[in-house]
T-cell receptor
Framework: KQEVTQIPAALSVPEGENLVLNCSFTDSAIYNLQWFRQDPGKGLTSLLLIQSSQREQTSGRLNASLDKSSGRSTLYIAASQPGDSATYLCAVDTGGFKTIFGAGTRLFVKA | DVKVTQSSRYLVKRTGEKVFLECVQDMDHENMFWYRQDPGLGLRLIYFSYDVKMKEKGDIPEGYSVSREKKERFSLILESASTNQTSMYLC??????????FGPGTRLTVT
């Protein structure tokens, strides 16, 4: 059974710092991996989608990598800003409409 | 922009009540999903639907049922609400299993 783990559960950093969020999954047979952002009391917004054949994706200050063989993905946020404060969730698509989500990393960027 | 709306942001119900949560999407998506989100557990799939009147169980369907009579509307029903169903409920719609657009969520409290 696929399991997705995100470490750390919470993170507090000063503004301007570069940071890395980690996601691990137990079964490498995935179709793709996605990173989402969730603001308090709101739904999820997709940030980056990495297909199983890809190694990384970039969008602005965000870079996500995927290493299927080791069951790991990282989300790199450059020059963090207070507006980046949110919960970041990692999710893997295992096919058959089954997307498995991690519990998320709650990020707080201090001004 | 894709818009997914949920009937209520906050809901308080009593144990044993029948509860309806409604979700409407405006993008003619074939697939719709209901998740619940609990602290430390991430999102867990309750049910999904890939067409009108079609539904499939997710990982935690017990105590829930769904209805999809029209393409744009997907309802989650708690036949007899219990306190362990207190949670955040998120609806999503999409074309494939990974392209999911989320609603703002309904925070349900069962007392």
């Amino acid at each position: 059974k696929q399991e997705v783990t995100q470490i750390p559960a919470a993170l507090s950093v000063p503004e301007g710092e570069n940071l890395v969020l980690n996601c691990s999954f137990t079964d490498s047979a995935i179709y793709n991996l996605q990173w989402f952002r969730q603001d308090p009391g709101k739904g999820l917004t997709s940030l980056l989608l990495i297909q199983s054949s890809q190694r990384e994706q970039t969008s602005g200050r965000l870079n996500a990598s995927l290493d299927k063989s080791s069951g790991r993905s990282t989300l790199y946020i450059a020059a963090s800003q207070p507006g980046d404060s949110a919960t970041y969730l990692c999710a893997v698509d295992t096919g058959g409409f089954k997307t498995i989500f991690g519990a998320g990393t709650r990020l707080f960027v201090k001004a | 922009d894709v818009k997914v709306t949920q009937s209520s942001r906050y809901l308080v119900k009593r144990t044993g009540e029948k509860v309806f949560l409604e979700c409407v999407q405006d993008m003619d998506h074939e697939n719709m999903f209901w998740y619940r989100q609990d602290p430390g557990l991430g999102l867990r799939l309750i049910y999904f639907s890939y067409d009108v009147k079609m539904k499939e169980k997710g990982d935690i369907p017990e105590g829930y049922s769904v209805s999809r009579e029209k393409k744009e509307r997907f309802s989650l029903i708690l036949e007899s609400a219990s306190t362990n169903q207190t949670s955040m409920y998120l609806c999503a719609s999409g074309v494939g299993s990974y392209e999911q657009y989320f609603g703002p969520g309904t925070r349900l409290t069962v007392t």
